[in-house]
């Protein structure tokens, strides 16, 4: 399968401080990424969906004012946690995807970076 | 009630053995149906996509009952490297894809 990377691997931050998290496609282009984030035991919940070049759409419940979402091009997508908290350190990944989907509720797969894990002390 | 559910385990079972995991999803007009396969603290890999008419893939076999909203993941002659929690996964038609928490299987030598 395709190859996302993310950096960094693993941070540790102060409370009240912005974290940058990097997703890039190596090897294809990805017109959709997608950000997750997962707490201990329980399933990855979809942050929000980002198409290149314009706004992400967010899911209820996170706010896109602390989740900033940049899809600047087709290989490299980033999510700025800003002002974290402790509430915030988790595990996030990202999925990338490429080429159209079939029809309105297509579906091609989805390739997963080897997520983030973020400690906010 | 929760759109994707799955038994949390975790399923211990001996190296060797068959072991069944369910998964039953609330839209019946679900598009697509996956199993991932997570490892501790790594990401989700998917494993194989879930068909109607049932698919096999070495080990592993997986069916889809859409009419009971059941999906189901098969793994014969388990070995210690099968260990890992295992996803079941829905495309709702939205193009996303929504995660349940996970079967966890731990299997001893």
């Known amino acids: 399968g395709a190859v996302v990377s993310q950096h960094p691997s693993r941070v540790i931050c102060k409370s009240g401080t912005s974290v940058k998290i990097e997703c890039r496609s190596l090897?294809?282009?990805?017109?959709?990424m997608f950000w997750y984030r997962q707490f201990p035991k329980k399933s990855l919940m979809l942050m929000a969906t980002?198409?290149?070049?314009?706004?992400?759409?967010?899911e209820q419940g996170v706010e896109k004012d602390k989740f900033l979402i940049n899809h600047a091009s087709l290989t490299l997508s980033t999510l700025t946690v800003t002002s974290a908290h402790p509430e915030d350190s988790s595990f996030y990944i990202c999925?990338?995807?490429?080429?159209?989907?079939?029809?309105?509720?297509?579906?091609?797969?989805?390739?997963f970076g080897p997520g983030t894990r973020l400690t906010v002390l | 009630r929760k759109e994707v559910e799955q038994d949390p385990g975790p399923f211990n079972v001996p190296e060797g053995a068959t072991v069944a995991f369910n998964c039953t999803y609330s839209?019946?007009?679900?598009?697509?149906f996956f199993w991932y396969r997570q490892d501790c603290r790594k990401e989700p890999k998917l494993l194989m996509s879930?068909?109607?008419s049932g698919n096999e893939d070495g080990r592993f076999t997986a069916q889809l009952n859409r009419a009971s909203q059941y999906i189901s993941l098969l793994i014969r002659d388990s070995k210690l490297s099968d260990s890992a929690t295992y996803l079941c996964?829905?495309?709702f038609g939205r193009g996303t894809l929504t995660f349940g928490k996970g079967t966890m299987l731990l299997v001893s030598p």
């Open positions: 090897d294809f282009q990805a017109t959709t």
């Open positions: 996964v829905v495309n």
């Open positions: 980002s198409n290149e070049g314009s706004k992400a759409t967010y």
């Open positions: 999925s990338a995807r490429g080429g159209q989907t079939s029809g309105s509720g297509g579906y091609n797969e989805q390739f």
């Open positions: 839209n019946s007009a679900s598009q697509s």
């Open positions: 879930v068909y109607s």
